[in-house]
């Protein structure tokens, strides 16, 4: 008999191979979901990022469908198959260990290149060896061609039913309670059971127990990182959370006596504090807040959406102004409670800022928008019509602050476009650089801007308590107030829900954004 001759398995096996086809579907879309948490601290959780993870997967299923559908023509045993299946579980376990060295050959190629390069050499030839597990499973279980459509069409169902449960289940499950690396050791070695099984089962080789071995000689469980920079900087990862939402990650950097504690989430830094004292040590925190303080000095309630660490609403309350906070993730809000000391007399709620605005009544003298989606604010936030529900629930007299990464000289479009949709809800925009933009090569950094209704408001000192962490003092003292005015023919767009395409044309600023804050981050945090 050859091998292109068809063969009568026996049921225990037709059954096993149906169960090979729901756990290889599943595991696709595990390695997708995945994909996002490995590259997203180096190149973000953004259009680009998922463009890349889709365009490779569907790239190495559709050639490993065509390899797969050659190989079983020619090697119609199931010993192939699970050859095939056993090689897969070997890649999958090494993504761990290729992570690092991958994306840092792959950082120079940019935002696009480096995001794509990466993901195709990490997860490529994985999802390329399972792209072939289908038409081989269709060779295997198929009895002629008379049966052929319902073979294929229950395969595939099965394969699609396994795809979605890897799905939910990664997103819901494994992420909130093990980590990247514990997730795919447990795919790697399901794989490669998977494969000794079938031997062990069906063909009765024993020895195949022995390759068990292999995740657990490849896994490397996570230690403590700690790494001394270049100058003699400490820097220790005390903590660090995966969940639905992001990679959220707390670093402490110590240098003699000392000592700042910093947000990381998705690879961009969400703030920073001096833990003696607890006070920022980035400029963008001390402009929102005095800045919206100035324009409504006897304000008594504010709405932060997106907690960040809580600095923000931290600074309001003891001001004496009631303050609500909105975020979507839990996970940031117990960390800014355990390690930021975050406390707030007001009211918080998990959920989505949209949702929030358009369900609550509640009417707010200042409104902080803070939100950061890896690199960018969330387009359906900065459309006109979030802007225009913002303004809906502003008191008579209140103001908006929005903290925005921009850019003031090169590629402004976007920069201009936010400002431009900002104009067509609320009457006066102001632009508020949160960097010395006469000193800054780029002209790319925080920009709060501050909008109201009415008429021209000049800024008040009142009696807020205007006192800043040593570290950004000069800075602040000099450039608050400052504002910049884009010339009027600078092209530009009004946002909506429709039309947003911020992701796209800001790809770039992600770039360079990245760049920033891998020079100064140290690699094995991020990678960690």
């Known amino acids: 008999m050859t091998d292109t001759q068809h063969v009568e398995h026996p049921r225990s096996l037709l059954i096993y191979l149906l169960f090979t086809a729901v756990i290889s579907g599943a595991l696709v879309m595990l390695v997708q979901v995945l994909g996002s948490r490995v590259v997203g601290p180096f190149f973000g959780v953004s259009l680009f990022v998922w463009t890349s993870l889709i365009t490779v997967t569907l790239l190495a299923l559709s050639g490993g469908y065509a390899i797969g559908g050659m190989l079983s023509d020619r090697f119609q045993r199931p010993e192939v198959l699970y050859g095939i299946i056993f090689a897969a579980g070997l890649l999958v376990l090494l993504i761990p ?132 920079m270049s100058d003699g900087t400490q820097v220790d990862l005390v903590h660090r959370v995966d969940n639905y939402y992001g990679d959220i990650k707390v670093v402490d950097y110590s240098y003699n006596k000392v000592r700042y504690r910093e947000m990381i989430i998705d690879g961009m830094i969400q703030g920073g504090i001096d833990l003696a004292d607890n006070q920022s040590i980035y400029e963008y925190n001390y402009f929102i807040q005095f800045l919206s303080y100035m324009l ?11 907690l960040g660490l809580g600095a923000i609403p931290r600074w309001y309350e003891k001001q004496g102004i009631s303050c609500d906070v909105v975020d979507i993730n839990p996970a940031v809000v117990d960390i800014a409670r355990d390690y930021f000391d975050f406390q707030i007399t007001g009211d918080l709620f998990i959920e989505d800022a949209r949702y929030y605005l358009n369900s609550t009544d509640r009417r707010y003298d200042y409104i902080v928008l803070d939100v950061f989606n890896g690199d960018v604010t969330p387009a359906h936030l900065l459309s006109v019509e979030a802007l225009s529900l913002m303004r809906d629930r502003l008191r008579p ?104 395409p911020i992701d796209f044309f800001d790809g770039w600023l992600r770039e360079t954004v990245r760049g920033m804050i891998l020079e100064t981050t140290d690699w094995d945090i991020l990678i960690s």
């Open 97 to 228: 260990l290729l992570k690092g060295p991958v994306l840092k050959a792959c950082l120079p190629l940019g935002l696009r290149g480096g995001a794509f390069a990466s993901t195709l050499i990490l997860f490529g030839p994985v999802l390329l060896l399972l792209g072939c597990v289908s038409p081989y499973l269709v060779k295997l279980t198929a009895s002629g061609l008379k049966n052929i459509g319902r073979v294929v069409g229950g395969l595939y169902a099965l394969s699609t039913l396994g795809s979605t449960a890897g799905t939910v289940f990664t997103g819901f499950v494994l992420i909130a309670y093990l980590s990247v690396d514990q997730i795919f050791a447990l795919a790697g070695g399901l794989l490669i059971t998977l494969s000794v099984i079938y031997f062990v089962a069906f063909q009765r080789r024993w020895v195949a127990l022995l390759v068990l071995i292999f995740p657990f000689l490849l896994y490397q469980p996570q230690t403590p990182v700690s790494r001394t």
């Open 296 to 306: 409504v000095p006897e304000g008594k309630r504010c709405l932060v959406i997106g």
């Open 397 to 500: 007299g209140g103001v908006l602050a929005v903290n925005l990464i921009g850019s003031l000289r090169k590629e402004t479009y976007m920069t201009a476009s936010v400002i431009k949709t900002l104009r067509a809800a609320f009457d006066q925009v102001g632009v508020f650089p949160a960097f010395d933009r006469q000193n800054s090569e780029t002209g790319i950094g925080n920009i709060i801007l501050m909008a109201y209704q009415g008429s021209v408001r000049s800024l008040q000192a009142g009696r807020a308590n205007f006192q800043t962490h040593a570290s950004v003092q000069r800075m602040v003292s000099t450039n608050l107030g400052q504002q910049f005015i884009f010339p009027a023919d600078t092209p530009a767009i009004v946002l909506t829900d429709d039309y947003n």
